[in-house]
Structures are given as structure tokens and as C-alpha cells.
């Protein structure tokens, strides 16, 4: 995310100096006076900030903790050195040499990341961002009395950005708890504690300064934005109310410069609470999943359906084997309630289905040709509609797409015809890729081409333009003659040499 920064502009007033140093006297008489009545009285809560932000950085301090992580590799067996030889000259020498290096244990390799993280069980379970750990296997934990303790990661979800890591304890670690982030205000007190720029133990404070803030980081984004100071390094690192309650998990700033300006966001804990459940229990997520692709109503969708406002979900299509294809749910459909909780958005029912327990049976209010329907669903696990729908976008793909010649070819379907702005009667294959220094490059064929004969015979499909070139090859064949027609409608012999 990107913003501009604008240098401020002077104002000036047509004022003499004089007269500005008059204005400047009353000014400053006018602030004395009001001070001695301030002090009088007694400052407004308000104007002296909550007192309560000390204790409560004094009362969680201890389960914040810093996160360094990095990759690392062992020396080899290929790498060691042998022994010396009994009796050679030096030997001791050698000996410490080959010490050193057979056993110096593992050595930092790639890039390292330093964040911050909170302890929620005192047996030593602690929360994170994913980001903050990537691809490490090496993570350390750092406590406020400065002891360092090895991680391992019990699970970690992309999607939120969330990680859950264990360390080891002889004792009971000091440990905060999640709270109510959906009952959070705008303009509530927030108080963030982290490691920014390798500074452990920082604390910044601020206000909520807007909720349900969709930052187009996920597809449940639902951030708390606040004014506290976040920056590099707070990542992973806890938001606390003035309870002491974690009521978000601080992830990213909106900067101009990488240092905070008064934007940050934090994962609430409504969101965060469940998916941290989730990994302990079973070391990955289980979401929630109702099997239908969903977009926004705009305002000629809302017209067309005959509906009253653009609130809910429109249904665009349904997934043949996932839950909604057993219940009466159809294309179409907008899905305007969700267990009794309104869907004013897609990415309403997005997060509210995630949230939910696979298994449940969960009542859906959706309108249909302009009036109010019900249907039943029992949710399915999202993770394994994801696999379904990968594995079957795999096969289509094998299908549908191949490579040969240095080319790869694709059917020809609605979109690939419309990114080459083909004729809607050209039937053939399209070329999509082209190899650098391939025989097909040699002679000149391009992506979008499309190659409608191979040897003089048809071909509608990948496979069959390989199984025309084993034919052709079989018969002892040298170059495949090729019938292309250019994105110009040029049509054209290539003889291409077949591959060994």
C-alpha cells in the first residue's frame, strides 16, 4: 500500500511584527491564565490520558516477547576433514582445525526476521504472525529477563497470518489472555507492546481509529486500524485494551516510508481467537465451507433481481460437490442472513462461514426471484474443498494443456479467445508460451497463434497434436509440417524439426 507525502504549506497573515508580537504576548497570556484555571480545578480526564496505561504495561510486560528467525544449514559429511595422520608433524594443530570445522553446528544461511509475539499459556504456547517465522527452522524466543528459548512451530495459517509456536519451560511463564475486540469503539484506548526496530519491550499507545478495515491482505480482512505506534518489528506483537486483554494482533502499517504514521493494523481477536484454537488442537486450520463463488450486488444487479439494496452475497456459482449442492441453493441466489447474522457483503459470509465448526447445520436466508427464501446447510472443512478444487484444476490443466516443440499449447475456451481476440469460428489449438531459441521460435511463431493442422490432419487439442507428432516420428518423419494462423488472420505452413 502506497501513499504521497506533501510537503506543508506556510500560511502567513498580513500582520506588522509588531503587531505579531503583540498577538504572540496576549496568546501566551491567554494559555497562563487558562493553565492556572486548569490547575485550579483539576485537568479533565481527558486531557490527562487514561492513568491506567503504566500498570497495565507493568502487568503484561513479561508475556511479550521478541522473535528472531532464520534459516540454517549443517556442515555436511562431504565437507568434514579426516583425522591427521598419527605421528605427522603438527598434528595437534590440524586436530583443532578439523574440530572447529566438523563441529561447529549450524550455520545461519539466508535472509533473518526479527518480530514480535505474546505468550497465551504459561506452558509455553506463543502467538505470531506467519510472516514473522517464513520458512525458518530456526526460531528463537526472547523473554524480558533476556533467556532465549528454541520453537518449534505447532501450526501457522496464511490466510490470517497467524503463527503458534512452543517453547520449552521449567516453569510457568507469564501469559495474557484474548478478549471482546467486537465490542471495541472507535476512539477506545489501545495499547501496543513489541519489539520495533530490535527495541524489546516498547509500548505505544493510541486509540482505535476505525474497525472492519478490508486492507486486501487476505480473504477474511477485517482489521482494526489504530493510531498507536506500530512499526517495523511490532508484527506478531499484541494489542491490548485497558483491561489487559489482547484484542488484536498487530500486522501491518500503511506507511509512505516504512515508519509508522499514526496507521496501523491489527487481526482482531474475534478472528484470531478460533484459528489459534485451531492450530493447537490439530496443528492446522478447520474452516468453515459452504461451496459457492460469491460477488458483490452493484447497482444493475440489484435492479435486474428486482431487489431493494445491494446488501448479501450473489451467488455466482455453485460448487457440484460441496455442501450448498445438497441444499436448495441455486445460481443466482443472494444469501442476505447466515445463522441469524446479516451478510451485508461478500466478505461478511466469507469470514462468518470460516468462523463456523465444520459439521454444522446452519440456517440460510437468501432472496430469490425477489422474495425471501430459507434453505438448510450442514458446512463442510474449506481446506478440503481447496484440495478438491486444486486437484481438479490440476487435471483440467493436464488436459486441456501441454508442451511440445518448445510450445505450450491450450484449447481454445472463452477467455484465451478473448485475450487474443480470435475469430469465434477458428478452431485449432492456441499457442500461449513460446520457448526462447526453440525450433518454433526460429520460426517465428508467436503466442496466439493458433495451429489448426499437424501433417495435414485437425487437431482441437494438445493431446492430439502430441499424438501426431509420435506418428510423425514413428514414420521416421524429420519436421512436422504445421498449418499456424497468425493473430492477423494469416494463415500458414510452418515445418518445424522434430526433437530427438
Known sequence: MHDTAHAPRRFETPFTHEAARSGVCLWRGAVLAAALMLGMAGAPAFARGPEAIADLASEVMDAVVNISAAETETVTKRGEVPP???GSPFGDLFDEFRKRRNEGGPRPRGAESAGSGFVIDESGIVVTNNHVIGEANDITVVFTDGAKRKAEVVGRDDKLDLAVLRVKTDKPLKAVKFGNSESLRIGDWVVAIGNPFGLGGSVTAGIVSAHSRNIEQGPYDDYIQTDAAINRGNSGGPLFNLKGEVIGINTAILSPSGG???IGFAVPAELAAPTVAQLREFGETRRGWLGVRIQPVDEDTAEALGLGGQDGALVASIDGKGPAANADIKTGDVIVQIDGKRVKEPRDLSRTVAAMPVGKRVDVTLLRDGKERKASVTLGRLEDG????????????????GRTLGLRL?????????????????????????????????????????????????????????????????????????????????VRFVAIRLEE
Open 260 to 262: 509508522s504514521v499514526g
Open 386 to 401: 481447496e484440495k478438491a478444487q486444486a486437484q481438479a484444476a490440476g487435471e483440467t490443466s493436464k488436459a486441456r494443456s
Open 410 to 490: 491450450s484449447e481454445i475456451d472463452d477467455e484465451l479467445r478473448q485475450q487474443y481476440a480470435l475469430a469465434e469460428d477458428i478452431k485449432g489449438v492456441v499457442v500461449v508460451e513460446v520457448e526462447p531459441d526453440s525450433p518454433a521460435a526460429d520460426k517465428r511463431i508467436e503466442p496466439g497463434d493458433v495451429i489448426t493442422e499437424v501433417g495435414k490432419s485437425p487437431v482441437t487439442a494438445p493431446a492430439e497434436v502430441e499424438r501426431r507428432l509420435e506418428t510423425l516420428r514413428k514414420e521416421g518423419r524429420r519436421s512436422a509440417l504445421l498449418l499456424v494462423t497468425g493473430r492477423d488472420g494469416d
Open 84 to 86: 591427521a595422520i598419527p
